[in-house]
């Protein structure tokens, strides 16, 4: 299965005062627990970044979906979002993360996936793997 997900929020960066804005557009490989993801950072005021990872995606046994992208200059984006039963939309639809380079922590991301804007976008973009033999 695979599928396309957006979230944007934002990021503040150690040093500034002002927050930038953050998004992700992934596109998931998802075959089991751990899922190949490539996309596109754009952060405000940096040229857009591809990126590639992994999710770790376990709502039930660990109650988290892990969000790991590397991308440019050795950056490297680190987040999950915890899984609730008694928050389920809030729990589903929030990403914090870290952002860092070279082990430095650039700074903090708070991330949403808006379900009003992307909800049907997301459904629409689930597809089936194709088998290749």
């Known amino acids: ?27 998931v490989d998802w075959r089991g627990e751990h899922a190949p993801v490539r996309g596109i950072v754009h952060v405000t005021g940096w040229p857009e970044m591809p990126c590639h990872g992994t999710m770790r995606i376990a709502p039930i046994r660990a109650r988290r979906i892990r969000y790991q992208l590397d991308f440019a200059e050795d950056s ?5 979002k915890s899984v609730s039963l008694w928050h389920p939309v809030r729990s589903m639809t929030r990403l914090p993360a870290t952002l860092t380079r070279s082990g430095e922590i650039l ?6 996936f808006h379900l009003r804007h992307d909800l049907m976008r997301l459904l629409l973009s689930f597809r089936r793997a194709r088998w290749t033999s």
């Open 76 to 80: 490297h984006l680190d987040g999950w």
């Open 1 to 27: 299965m695979t599928f396309r997900e957006r979230m944007a929020g934002e990021l503040r960066l150690t040093g500034e005062q002002e927050p930038r804005q953050m998004e992700l557009r992934l596109d």
């Open 107 to 112: 700074g903090v991301a708070s991330l949403r």
